[in-house]
Nanobody
Protein backbone atom coordinates (compact mmCIF):
# COMPACT_ATOMS: atom_id res chain seq x y z
CA UNK A 1 0.00 0.00 0.00
CA UNK A 2 1.02 3.55 -0.75
CA UNK A 3 -0.28 6.57 1.10
CA UNK A 4 -0.50 10.01 -0.48
CA UNK A 5 -0.77 13.04 1.77
CA UNK A 6 -1.59 16.42 0.26
CA UNK A 7 -1.09 19.85 1.75
CA UNK A 8 -1.25 23.47 0.75
CA UNK A 9 -4.88 24.09 -0.11
CA UNK A 10 -6.80 27.06 1.16
CA UNK A 11 -8.66 30.23 0.34
CA UNK A 12 -7.15 32.82 -1.98
CA UNK A 13 -8.37 35.80 -3.93
CA UNK A 14 -8.56 35.74 -7.70
CA UNK A 15 -5.16 36.45 -9.19
CA UNK A 16 -3.37 34.95 -6.24
CA UNK A 17 -1.17 31.88 -5.92
CA UNK A 18 -1.12 28.63 -4.02
CA UNK A 19 1.29 25.72 -3.93
CA UNK A 20 0.04 22.19 -3.38
CA UNK A 21 2.34 19.43 -2.22
CA UNK A 22 1.90 15.69 -2.07
CA UNK A 23 4.16 13.14 -0.41
CA UNK A 24 4.01 9.41 -1.06
CA UNK A 25 4.98 6.85 1.55
CA UNK A 26 4.55 3.16 2.24
CA UNK A 27 5.40 0.19 0.05
CA UNK A 28 6.98 2.14 -2.76
CA UNK A 29 8.93 0.18 -5.33
CA UNK A 30 9.00 2.75 -8.09
CA UNK A 31 6.54 5.55 -8.71
CA UNK A 32 5.94 6.17 -12.38
CA UNK A 33 3.49 8.91 -13.35
CA UNK A 34 2.26 11.39 -10.76
CA UNK A 35 -0.40 13.98 -11.18
CA UNK A 36 -3.06 16.32 -9.90
CA UNK A 37 -6.76 16.09 -10.58
CA UNK A 38 -9.62 18.23 -9.34
CA UNK A 39 -13.32 17.94 -8.77
CA UNK A 40 -15.65 20.90 -8.47
CA UNK A 41 -19.13 20.55 -6.91
CA UNK A 42 -21.50 18.84 -9.30
CA UNK A 43 -18.78 18.05 -11.80
CA UNK A 44 -16.68 15.05 -12.67
CA UNK A 45 -13.08 14.73 -11.57
CA UNK A 46 -10.79 16.14 -14.24
CA UNK A 47 -7.11 16.07 -15.01
CA UNK A 48 -5.12 19.15 -14.08
CA UNK A 49 -1.53 18.09 -14.76
CA UNK A 50 0.61 14.99 -14.91
CA UNK A 51 4.34 14.38 -14.85
CA UNK A 52 6.34 11.32 -15.77
CA UNK A 53 9.33 10.01 -13.90
CA UNK A 54 11.47 11.76 -16.51
CA UNK A 55 9.60 15.03 -15.82
CA UNK A 56 7.62 15.11 -19.04
CA UNK A 57 4.56 17.17 -18.23
CA UNK A 58 1.02 17.42 -19.51
CA UNK A 59 -1.52 20.10 -18.60
CA UNK A 60 -5.20 20.69 -19.05
CA UNK A 61 -5.79 23.54 -21.50
CA UNK A 62 -7.54 25.52 -18.78
CA UNK A 63 -4.39 25.73 -16.63
CA UNK A 64 -1.63 25.97 -19.21
CA UNK A 65 0.63 28.91 -18.55
CA UNK A 66 -0.69 29.35 -15.01
CA UNK A 67 0.08 26.06 -13.24
CA UNK A 68 3.39 24.22 -13.01
CA UNK A 69 3.80 20.63 -11.88
CA UNK A 70 7.10 19.32 -10.54
CA UNK A 71 8.39 16.27 -8.69
CA UNK A 72 11.27 15.00 -6.63
CA UNK A 73 11.90 11.32 -7.36
CA UNK A 74 14.24 10.87 -4.42
CA UNK A 75 11.60 12.13 -1.98
CA UNK A 76 8.58 10.71 -3.83
CA UNK A 77 6.87 14.07 -3.84
CA UNK A 78 4.93 16.06 -6.40
CA UNK A 79 3.98 19.72 -6.26
CA UNK A 80 1.61 22.00 -8.13
CA UNK A 81 2.38 25.70 -8.27
CA UNK A 82 -0.81 27.56 -9.12
CA UNK A 83 -0.57 31.19 -10.22
CA UNK A 84 -3.13 33.65 -11.54
CA UNK A 85 -5.89 31.67 -9.87
CA UNK A 86 -9.45 32.11 -11.07
CA UNK A 87 -12.77 31.42 -9.31
CA UNK A 88 -13.31 28.54 -11.73
CA UNK A 89 -10.22 26.84 -10.27
CA UNK A 90 -12.19 26.26 -7.08
CA UNK A 91 -12.32 22.53 -6.42
CA UNK A 92 -11.00 19.71 -4.33
CA UNK A 93 -7.57 18.82 -5.67
CA UNK A 94 -6.39 15.22 -5.57
CA UNK A 95 -2.87 13.88 -5.84
CA UNK A 96 -2.40 10.75 -7.93
CA UNK A 97 0.51 8.34 -8.23
CA UNK A 98 1.12 5.13 -10.12
CA UNK A 99 3.30 2.69 -8.17
CA UNK A 100 5.03 -0.16 -9.93
CA UNK A 101 4.10 -2.84 -7.40
CA UNK A 102 6.14 -5.54 -9.13
CA UNK A 103 7.40 -6.33 -12.63
CA UNK A 104 3.88 -7.02 -13.89
CA UNK A 105 1.54 -4.80 -11.89
CA UNK A 106 1.19 -1.05 -11.58
CA UNK A 107 -1.42 0.36 -9.21
CA UNK A 108 -2.91 3.83 -8.98
CA UNK A 109 -3.26 5.58 -5.65
CA UNK A 110 -5.15 8.73 -4.67
CA UNK A 111 -4.75 11.24 -1.90
CA UNK A 112 -7.60 12.35 0.31
CA UNK A 113 -7.96 15.68 -1.45
CA UNK A 114 -7.32 19.28 -0.45
CA UNK A 115 -9.78 22.14 -0.92
CA UNK A 116 -8.80 25.12 -3.04
CA UNK A 117 -11.21 28.06 -2.99
CA UNK A 118 -10.67 31.13 -5.15
CA UNK A 119 -12.81 34.15 -4.32
CA UNK A 120 -13.72 36.76 -6.89
Amino acid sequence: QVQLVESGGGLVQAGGSLRLSCAASGSILRINNMGWYRQAPGKQRELVATITRDSITNYADSVKGRFTISRDNAKNTVALQMNSLKPEDTAVYYCNAVNQENLMIARTYWGQGTQVTVSS
